[in-house]
């Protein structure tokens, strides 16, 4: 074996090679994305199998391996990425975040901790910064970027668990409404408690929060010798975009010494728009928010962030030292991230947010924003001039919930009905839609975020909806087969 067979080190030519023939067939499938199913993932299992393979013993052309990925592995799936995905939370992925990864993950530099790179982790800063200034957090705030929400409000309970309650912190009782993002749920599991100690608390018919049963469950707790220590709000649940009254929220926080947090993971950056602003109202006072850059800032997937208002509090739980550590930082305006983080090695994630944002300034965020909540509240006024169709959740920033109602059907044969409804929307494969469960409904949302998501494809998704009631009508079912809501 030679020296050069043994190198993984890439000649400039092989490099701007590997790179110029990625770069081709990213730019192609681009351009390519309006064109693609809004969803195909007919024979993924198949082709997942097919794909298992022990480690290679030997290389491939770099050619063969992109082929594989964009023939065969890419089309397979959700297209996200498109302006028909009304699924889920979309966001588009700006392509300007490859191409910072490509260039953060080529320099390599670590930004973990502010010596190694000082100018790279200011940039990181200011990003950390700009989201402070949304939200309206003052100069003294701190937060970080994360892998996404999930682990943002983990980091989130951690610091509320350490700045709220003693070292043994079993009694302690966190509160959440019924239509919380079950990252809650999941992050109090991690930070240590149990099940039991997150109290679901009921909403109202807009799907918010009732206050008044949330102070008498905190009392309760009390009298029961618990420790109620946090409450959470939410900027724009998942299910309906709902946002609960946060200004009432913050009241009883106060009232209560509760720690503040909102979920602003979904709905938070419309606090860009007018609209945002006046719903998210009180947003400023919470302890801590979660953001998803990855929704609405348009990011592709993998960044999250989380902001604390007192940034003494994020550091107190999670900064450590070790005697193989550089030194820290002492100037409260240069950050150490690894000392505010449960990270200390990771990718470089400023640089994502950074150059779409350098490149374009804010206004275009603002205005897509502000285009996708006019993109809600046409679909809602649509929809509400179709035959049988019942909005149960109208926008409140750029999610609704509809169904259809057909007399004479009781709740399982409807929800199945609109079960048969959502998969022949679907099936037309020009936007994608999912389902959820409101008040043991099965009902259908529209989640308008894509940078790439338009008038246009709006209309086509909403012509996809009326031919689909139609059908629906129509008895027939799909593919010849006989469907479970034609017997009914
Ligand atoms: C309101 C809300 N909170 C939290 C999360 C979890 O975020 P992530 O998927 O980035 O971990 C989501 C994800 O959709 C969400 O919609």
């Given amino acids: 074996m030679t020296n050069e067979d043994r190198s993984l080190e890439l000649s400039p030519d092989a490099l701007r090679s590997l790179i110029d023939a990625a770069a081709e067939r990213v730019v192609a499938h681009i351009a390519s994305l309006a064109d693609q199913p809004s969803a195909d993932t007919d024979g993924g299992a198949a082709l997942a199998r097919s794909l298992a393979e022990p480690v290679p013993q030997s290389g491939r052309p770099a050619e063969e391996l992109l082929d594989l990925l964009f023939t065969r592995v890419i089309p397979k799936s959700f297209n996200t990425a498109g302006p028909g995905y009304l699924a889920y939370i979309p966001g588009g992925g700006l392509p300007h975040s490859a191409v910072a990864d490509l260039i953060a993950d080529a320099v390599n530099r670590y930004v973990g901790v502010f010596a190694a790179?000082?100018?790279?982790?200011?940039?990181?800063?200011?990003?950390?910064?700009?989201?402070?200034?949304?939200?309206?957090?003052?100069?003294?705030?701190?937060?970080?970027l994360t892998s996404g929400?999930?682990?943002?409000?983990?980091?989130?309970?951690?610091?509320?668990?350490?700045?709220?309650?003693?070292?043994d912190f079993l009694s302690g009782t966190l509160y959440a409404s019924d239509q919380t993002h079950h990252a809650i749920q999941k992050a109090a599991l991690l930070a240590g408690f149990p099940p039991g100690n997150v109290r679901e608390i009921p909403t109202d018919d807009a799907f918010r929060i009732r206050v008044d049963v949330l102070s008498q469950e905190i009392a309760k707790d009390r009298a029961a010798g618990r420790t109620p220590f946090l409450v959470v709000g939410n900027a724009g649940t998942t299910n309906t975009g709902a946002v609960d009254d946060l200004g009432a929220l913050a009241d009883l926080a106060a009232r209560e010494g509760l720690w503040f947090h909102v979920d602003a993971a979904y709905g938070g950056f419309f606090l860009l728009t007018e609209e945002g602003r006046r719903r998210m109202a009180g947003i400023e006072r919470a302890d801590s928010i979660v953001l998803d850059p990855h929704k609405g800032l348009f990011l592709p997937y993998g960044t999250g962030a989380l902001l604390v208002k007192n940034g003494e509090a994020l550091k107190h739980a999670h900064a450590l030292s070790a005697d193989y550590m550089p030194s820290m930082q002492e100037d409260p305006d240069l950050v150490d991230f690894n000392m505010l983080s449960p990270e200390?090695?990771?990718?470089?994630?400023?640089?994502?947010?950074?150059?779409?944002?350098?490149?374009?300034?804010?206004?275009?965020?603002?205005?897509?924003?502000?285009?996708?909540?006019?993109?809600?509240?046409?679909?809602?006024?649509?929809?509400?001039q179709m035959s049988g169709i019942e909005i149960l959740a109208e926008p409140q920033l750029s999610i609704l919930a509809f169904r259809l109602a057909r007399a004479g059907l009781d709740a399982p044969a409807l929800d199945l009905l609109n079960r048969e409804l959502l998969e022949r929307i679907n099936a037309k494969k020009r936007v994608y839609l999912t389902g959820t469960m409101l008040r043991g409904r099965f009902v259908i949302r529209i989640c308008v975020l894509s940078f790439r998501t338009h008038r246009d494809r709006m209309d086509e998704g909403l012509e996809d909806i009326r031919t689909a009631v139609l059908e629906t009508g129509s008895a027939t079912p799909r593919n010849g087969s006989a469907s479970s809501w034609t017997s009914i």
């Fill in 344 to 384: 200390l090695s990771r990718d470089f994630r400023g640089l994502r947010v950074w150059l779409p944002l350098k490149m374009h300034g804010i206004g275009p965020f603002r205005t897509n924003l502000e285009e996708k909540l006019e993109l809600a509240r046409h679909a809602a006024r649509e929809l509400a």
């Fill in 117 to 144: 790179a000082p100018g790279l982790a200011q940039i990181e800063a200011n990003v950390v910064r700009w989201f402070c200034d949304f939200t309206g957090y003052p100069p003294e705030a701190r937060g970080i």
């Fill in 149 to 167: 929400g999930s682990l943002a409000t983990f980091s989130a309970l951690v610091a509320a668990r350490r700045d709220r309650l003693p070292d």
